[in-house]
């Protein structure tokens, strides 16, 4: 059967290329090639995030979750006013940390599978600035990686915008597969972790923060904790940048040599002859074809996504509802074919869909993708749902393989 091939939404597959750095035995963090690839993965994080020259790229040792906290301890003292547009199981977890950090929460919440409108937000937030209550910050979850849904980004970062609220996104299951446009849409802070679409291992968690996403945290009334302070790291990372060694803690020297080779795949393809642009447009295009692909499968399949729109799916997962007389023994049947797939996440429907991932260099793999398709379908068979396997094959390779 050869080796499993991991299809889950993070970790992900890695390409070889990211498989050796990340193998490397750890640099020293003073090593000239440490500094080089520290210093080259930061400058290319605006490239990724298209973010302006003056943002702030950053890299810490962690995960999403680490990323999260950092963007509520720096933006944000205690009670100010914060809108969370709640699309899952992320989302909530925002919602939590923030009144951790002592904010004053207020939610737009979705039923699973949907996502606020962009223009409700827009009424929330003028409502309370008629109020004489403004937010600070609006947070939204760009991919809620339990539902599949994506918001619709630009527009809510418009709204935020257009309040003088900082607009954050939890773009942990999006940045490197979905359509980013930090510096145009007025983002203030987008942040991820390396296992997602980026295409690295995990353990680090990155973020990129606008010049007034920096200015909140210079007028902080209340210090964050040392080491999610942005004020303790920055001048690393500039350092770096500046390719000159500088410490606050101990980089993650492999995980770093592993997000340089992953961030040199995503971005070098324009390298030589073309704007780092148009190595975005190619990377989102074919997540977006992938995404279809399988949209075009699980439909042949029977199947139906958690998603309650077609513009709400993202590329970069897809959650699917168990079809009747399936329950969650599905992914044991599909991990039998040697396809890794994950069970649901969202509390609410927990039982009733499973998710596969489609990020990041897997995307490329014509032969696992297939055998992805074939896998679940041949598990829909073993469990009671006959499935046209073969049909699902044909309707993926017919978009898979569109120009
Ligand atoms: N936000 C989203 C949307 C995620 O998908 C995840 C991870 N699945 C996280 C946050 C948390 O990231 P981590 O597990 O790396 O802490």
Redesign the pocket.
């Known amino acids: 059967m050869g080796a499993p091939v991991l299809m889950i ?2 970790p992900i597959e890695l390409s070889p290329r990211v498989l050796e750095a990340a193998a490397t035995a750890p640099p020293s963090h003073l090593a000239p090639s440490f500094v080089e690839a520290y210093g080259r993965s930061l400058e290319r994080m605006r490239h990724v995030w298209r973010a302006a020259d003056d943002s702030q790229p950053m890299v810490v040792a ?7 906290e950092m963007a509520a301890w720096n933006l944000l003292d205690p009670g100010d006013r914060v809108l969370v547009v709640s699309t899952g199981y ?1 989302s909530e ?2 919602a939590e940390m923030l009144r951790r950090a002592g904010a004053d929460v207020h939610e737009i919440v979705a039923l699973p599978g949907e996502s606020p409108s962009p223009h409700a937000i827009g009424a929330a937030l003028s409502d309370a600035h008629a109020a004489g209550q403004p937010f600070r910050a609006v947070f939204a ?6 539902t599949g849904v994506r918001v619709d980004a630009r527009a809510i970062a418009a709204h935020a915008r257009e309040y003088g609220a900082l607009m954050v996104f ?5 940045t490197g597969g979905e359509r980013l446009d930090m510096a145009a849409w007025g983002a203030d802070v987008v942040l991820t ?1 390396s ?2 679409a980026l295409g690295g291992p ?1 353990g680090l ?1 990155l973020l990129v923060a606008s010049p007034d996403a920096l200015e909140a945290r210079a007028r902080l009334r209340r210090l964050p904790p040392l080491a999610l302070d942005w004020h303790a790291w920055t001048p690393i990372w500039r350092a770096y940048e500046e390719r000159r060694p500088a410490y606050f803690s101990t980089p993650a020297t492999s995980l770093v040599l592993a997000l340089d080779a992953a961030l040199d795949e995503i971005v070098s393809p324009s390298a030589v002859d073309a704007p780092a642009d148009r190595a975005m447009a190619t990377r989102f295009a074919q997540h977006e074809r992938t995404a279809d692909a399988f949209r075009a499968a699980w439909a042949a399949l029977g199947l139906s996504l958690v998603p309650a729109r077609p513009e709400l799916a993202a590329n970069t997962l897809s959650a699917i509802r168990y079809p009747e007389g399936v329950d969650a023994r599905l992914v044991g049947a599909i991990g039998q074919r040697g396809v890794v797939v994950a069970g649901g996440l969202h509390p609410a429907i927990r039982d009733q869909y499973f998710r596969v991932g489609h990020m990041g260099h897997v995307i490329s793999r014509e032969p696992d993708l297939l055998r992805t398709v074939r896998a679940v379908g041949e598990a829909l068979g073993e469990l009671g749902h006959e499935a046209p396997v073969e049909e699902a094959a044909a309707a993926f390779l017919d978009r898979y393989a569109a120009p």
């Open positions: 939404p993070g962690g995960g999403g979750t680490l990323a999260m992320f977890r925002m979850t760009h991919v809620d990686t339990s939890d773009a942990v299951c999006a972790a296992q997602k995990p968690a």
